[in-house]
């Protein structure tokens, strides 16, 4: 078997793909794997030792032809097409993309065999999104910052690759050990993966104060050229060993691997430290989702705060020597408790419960949450009596009466069902697990797309009906239909 995996996002997602590829590996023992990176990340490879080889998608000569002052398009398609006939010519048996892109699903489209196996974007046969399995169904219509999803990103990139990972898919590289580091130290990545997710050299600077101030080893500042200026100039030499812009990508897993703590905000070496085992403390905001992207080793916390000017500098001190004496977690703060799947514990932080127990009564047959408001409710009526009028319309359609102005008032029916979800943000994910249904329906004879759609709006019928019945609703409903394994 011939196996090609997808991952064109960035180095964090390249590095978080690590446990699926191993994953891949010990249930494939025998096959050929193939992996495929964008060649700007391409580093982030090096030491995976679970796949055959790695290809690098060559964005820059792509793109270099087309974004010069005299564009040469040709040039560029030319290079496309050359890349793309030697991704054919291996046939591949199974094609997993873990690149949520519309770009990756083209490429998916042009580089299939007709019995290759795909999961995750590909396009249909008229050009549209095809999603063809239900994690990544899952994944288009739950994921993302604005969202409610609580299962890390990892494992559902296991989940489209159709594997339940173990703890020994999470390893590293052991590389040379790396000079110029002390016996005992804290290290601390100073930037992340934007400027808004990082702290700034000021913040580096009295929170290290407050660490080396009941702590007898060092810090050590790692991160890359353009970080430098976060680096705080006011510690004590003694104390602190600065190698930011003074690595390369693999010496940072020797770094983590011998620090006692690492500190820092949404960045690769959160990722990095997951592969480790290195314990971290995760300085996270309101535009990262820590659920999908948090650190994974053993002992891990997360300390949330709305943006990087509301940190809590005391907190971060106190949580940090917590950890570093083995102690109990704070009463405020985000333990990392559990292997795989919701693998984070809440303490003292609030967030809405409604939307995930919604998400897990959609996808994993769990009971649906009573409602919590008379918004909610009121909304759920609304989007009741928008399900019946679009099944009155595929009735009209089906009995060819006055098809045209159906087929328009179903489109309006999209249209305010997505008002809905803006209105009543809470219910939202019931709009979006109804939208990425009615999107999987693909290209068929007109019977069969009169059937496909009547039964998703069927089905948005029921939920409804579930809060019109009864608003505090709240025991389990047997819809296979409706679960997503």
Known sequence: MKILCLQLARFGDVYQTWPVLNGLRRENPGAEIHFLVRERFREATVGLLSVDKVISLPSREIFTAILCEQPQVN??????????????????????NLSFSPASSYLVDAIAGENALITGYTRQSDG???????ASSYFYAQVGTEKSNRIHITDLFALIAGLELIEDDFSSPKFANF???PDKYIAIHVGASSEEKSCSCETWSVISQGILQQYDGKIVFFGTQQEINLVPKDLPADRVVNLVGQTKLQDIFDILNRAQLLIGGDSMAI???SLVGTPTLNISFSSVRFWETGPRAKGSRVLWFFKNTDIDILQVVREAALMIEGKPA????????????????????KENDFTWELIRALYMNQAFPPTISNTIYTGFLRLRELAVLGLDQIECIKGQQKHNLAV??????DSMIEQIAHLVPDISPV????????????????DELIIATQSVFKKLKEICQIYEINQSFNEALPREDLTWK
Do not use: C
């Open 271 to 273: 990722h990095m430290a």
């Open 75 to 96: 040039n560029s398609l030319k290079v496309l097409e050359y890349f793309i006939e030697g991704l054919t010519g291996e046939k591949y048996d199974r094609i997993i």
């Open 408 to 413: 328009n008032i179903l489109d309006e029916i």
């Open 179 to 181: 000079s110029s580091l």
């Open 330 to 349: 704070s009463s405020f703060s985000i333990e990392k408790i559990e292997t795989f799947g919701v693998i984070y514990r809440l303490n003292g932080y």
């Open 431 to 446: 709009v979006r697990w109804f939208q990425a249904e009615k999107l999987r329906i693909g290209p068929a004879a007109i």
């Open 128 to 134: 549209f999104l095809k999603i063809p399995d239900d």
